[in-house]
């Protein structure tokens, strides 16, 4: 089993900057793929950023240059440096882990960007 777990949300003016980040524990050996997707109200959950454990990092159309994912293999955490954020940008964010196929999440930290 893996566990993940999200913080660093919270409340933000537009604008302005957040880090998240996603600690993973449990059978942590061979976590491959990491990834942060975003739900926002009434809207379904969309990819943001993926990272595999070499650092290759793939971005949504609507984060390139505005979000940069990191992961530290040594720490078992991945984050989301997030800059420039706008009121679209609020929505709960999810971090997963993917492990011989099965994929693990977390429950999600709340950005609210203010305008």
């Known amino acids: 089993q893996v566990q993940v777990v999200e913080s660093g949300g919270g409340l933000v003016q537009a604008g302005g900057s957040l880090r998240l980040s996603c600690a993973a524990s449990g059978r942590i050996f061979s976590i491959n793929v990491m990834g942060w997707y975003r739900q926002a109200p009434g809207k379904q959950r969309e990819l943001v950023a993926t990272i595999t454990r070499d650092g290759s990092a793939n971005y949504a159309d609507s984060v390139k240059g505005q979000f940069t994912v990191s992961r530290d293999n040594a720490k078992n955490t991945m984050y989301l440096q997030m800059n420039s954020l706008k009121p679209e940008d609020t929505a709960v964010y999810y971090c997963?882990?993917?492990?011989?196929?099965?994929?693990?999440w977390g429950k999600g930290t709340l950005v609210t960007v203010s305008s």
């Open positions: 997963n882990a993917e492990r011989y196929g099965i994929t693990y």
